[in-house]
């Protein structure tokens, strides 16, 4: 055996330290490198249930016969098996990743809070992704590698054999006699990391045989490199005053143009995928800075890409939902206020006001959207203005104003969004007085924000 810790070794050790798992599932393709993590799991594993997660892709005329081999090995282990059949769509992308997507769709169906998903991936593994990610020119977080734990759906997923060659892997399912199949498409140099894996990395091994281990030693310092520009990226976005807003969320841009370029990027990034919106490349962060970092205090400009969407207002920077809500119909809406009314893409609701407020006609209310050349009188003002300067003082966002709701009783206007109700709709009572209080209208967005 080679000099490194056992198989056996090492999943006595990972189930002793992931006490909290509840339920361990085996990602089982039924080749070499799941088979031995499914028999060595089984015997590491004495007390908590161990399944096995087969995904047929469908995409070779014998993946029916593996599914079938899978289950007679499970049975003979005493593992119950779960075989899902796919539908692989490529859809532009390339063949491997429309099969991982697929892959990874089922793992996020199966897992249950508790659950630990554990992938056979070992060091040989690891080194074709770091050359791979390499040339397609990622960054640390790409060139630490894969993960050796992450979330996926509900549960988490762990490669608990990085440590380990395919030659440990090799001499300890011959030890076992064990019998696991050979995929024909990874023999087909079509694919990028076929192609790594039989043209490239024999040829570097031969040159540098401890090469896997080298890039293992580069991947980990790429990952504390990582860990620590997200450790600055998020010490920046608490600094610039992130909050949320009716529609998305926002940072204050006086605090964004005291950053350097790169760490301006850095928490834009950091930002973006708190969020889960797509990331930007380096194209669309050029555009961020000119149009919008440095741009006219007054600009309109926006910056889409994707799933993301930036704009400025009032020295804030914007992230907005990637499909931008348009203006509310002109139809009056009638509601009582007694219940959350579901106005275009927004809820409306009344929130009751243990002081102030306004009050609640026993008549309703009708929700209309701007017509232009509205005037009212706000309760702390003298006279009436026009909507378009109240709301422009009130530092209302330009893609909110058609939008906003406008609550009118008998034609007259009551109640402006949630930031102001006007003179002559003051509520007279109090919670504490036993009669009706005063309310708040909270506008809420639907869906994606």
Same mark, same amino acid.
């Given at each position: ?141 790409? &060139? ?274 949630? &930031? ?30």
């Amino acid at each position: 055996m080679p000099d490194m810790p056992a198989v056996l070794e090492i999943l006595h050790q990972f189930v002793r330290e992931n006490p909290s798992v509840k339920r361990w599932w085996v990602a089982y393709s039924g080749g070499l490198d799941s088979s031995v993590l499914l028999r060595a799991l089984v015997e590491a594993e004495r007390s908590r249930p161990v399944l096995a997660l087969h995904v047929n892709h469908g995409l070779s005329a014998q993946a029916d016969a593996w599914q079938e081999h899978c289950q007679r090995e499970c049975d003979a282990l005493g593992v119950a098996l779960t075989a899902e059949t796919v539908r692989v769509e490529v859809q532009g992308r390339g063949l491997e990743d429309a099969a991982r997507q697929a892959r990874y769709q089922v793992f996020e169906q199966y897992l249950q809070p508790g659950d630990g998903l554990l992938l056979g991936h070992h060091q040989d593994d690891q080194a074709e992704t770091v050359l791979l990610r390499l040339l397609r020119g990622s960054g640390p977080k790409g &060139l630490a590698g894969m993960a050796s734990e992450r979330v996926v759906g509900a549960g988490r997923l762990y490669r608990p054999l990085l440590g380990l060659n395919r030659e440990a892997l090799e001499q300890q399912a011959r030890q076992w006699c064990l019998s696991w199949v050979d995929d024909d498409s990874n023999r087909s140099l079509g694919f990028d990391r076929n192609y790594v894996r039989h043209a490239v990395m024999p040829a570097i091994q031969q040159r540098w045989p401890d090469v896997a281990e080298r890039w293992r030693q580069s991947s980990e310092v790429c990952r504390q490199s990582h860990e620590l520009i997200e450790e600055i990226a998020a010490e920046d976005w608490q600094k610039a005053g992130w909050q949320a807003e009716r529609l998305g969320s926002s940072l204050d841009l006086s605090v964004l143009q005291g950053l350097s370029e790169f760490r301006r990027g850095n928490v834009i990034r950091y930002w973006l995928q708190q969020q889960g919106r797509d990331l930007p490349e380096r194209v669309h962060l050029q555009q961020v800075e000119a149009q919008l970092v440095w741009g006219r205090e007054d600009s309109e400009a926006e910056v889409l890409w994707g799933r993301s969407r930036l704009r400025r207002f009032r020295q804030r920077l914007y992230l907005l939902p990637p499909q931008l809500i348009t203006a509310q119909p002109a139809v009056a809406e009638c509601w009582d206020g007694l219940t959350p009314l579901v106005w275009g893409h927004w809820q409306l609701r009344l929130e009751p006001q243990a002081e102030g407020g306004f009050r609640r006609p026993t008549q309703g209310f009708q929700v209309v959207s701007r017509q232009g050349g509205e005037r009212c009188q706000p309760f702390w003002r003298n006279k009436s203005q026009t909507l378009k300067k109240l709301l422009q003082e009130a530092s209302l966002e330009p893609w909110l104003r058609a939008q906003l709701p406008i609550l009118r009783v008998d034609g007259e206007i009551a109640v402006v969004g949630d &930031l102001w109700f006007c003179r002559g709709w003051e509520a007279s009572a109090t919670a504490a007085g036993g009669a009706e209080p005063g309310y708040r209208l909270c506008w809420q967005a639907l869906g994606d924000r």
